[in-house]
C-alpha cells in the first residue's frame, strides 16, 4: 500500500486521518493501524470502497494507492 499518495489525496480534500476514518466509519486508531499496516491490518473492500466515495478516486488512483 501507498501510505504517502492515500495521505497526499487526503490532504487534497482537506481532511486529517481523524476526519477519514469518520467518513468511511471506523474508528481513529484501526483506520491509522490500516495506513501503516501494523500487526498486518489492511484495508477491506468496503474500506477502499468509502475511500473511494470520499476521496473521489478512480479506478486508477485505487491500484496506486492499494495495489502498489
Known amino acids: 500500500m501507498n ?3 492515500l495521505k497526499a489525496k487526503m ?9 477519514t476514518a469518520k467518513r468511511i466509519g471506523i474508528s481513529y486508531s484501526r483506520f491509522n493501524a490500516k495506513v501503516t499496516g501494523c500487526h498486518g491490518a489492511e484495508f477491506t473492500l468496503a474500506d ?7 476521496l473521489k478516486l478512480d479506478a486508477a488512483q485505487i491500484d496506486a494507492i492499494f495495489f502498489a
Request: net charge negative.
Open 48 to 54: 477502499v470502497n468509502a475511500l473511494k466515495e470520499a
Open 3 to 5: 501510505a504517502n499518495l
Open 11 to 19: 490532504a487534497e480534500h482537506g481532511l486529517t486521518q481523524k476526519e
